[in-house]
């Protein structure tokens, strides 16, 4: 596929990079959850929904500036992932300030859900707990996965704006 046009070619390396880059930032999350053990919060869960959609839609933008469909098409869908990497940049932010202690987080957040069953104290206990939005499952570098994702939506958002204003 040769693309004459710099300004299409451009749109369609960035939408392929964003793809890839969104598809493996969520993949690592579910890597340390399912291989490394890691349990994901409820805000950690929250902050993955941008990247599900995001990959979808960063694809349906290299397949629109591959088959050099209006450019307008293909930049709408670079600014949705762009709007979409800024959303996970504040669930982002605000999880870390939960971790830090800076503001509260949710209520229910590690908490068991009321039982209306019969269900036992002891059955109760046994259920899986996820863990408390306040605390980090791990630092590294000084950051948690949260800081992580922080940084990663914000390069990710920088570069599927530029590719959606760039002339």
Known sequence: MTLTNPTNRFQTLTAGFLALAMAATVGTALG???IGGYLPCKLCLEQRVPY???VPVMIL???SSALK???????CLLLIGGLLMLWGLGLGVYHSG???????????CGALPPSNSSESLLDQLNAVIPPSCNVAAGRFLGLSFAGWNVIASAVLAVVAMRGALKR
């Open 32 to 34: 340390f959850q399912y």
């Open 52 to 54: 599900y959609i995001g």
């Open 61 to 63: 933008a290299l397949i």
């Open 69 to 75: 469909a209006p450019a307008v098409i293909t930049r």
């Open 98 to 108: 939960v971790e830090w202690g800076w503001w509260e987080g949710p209520t229910d």
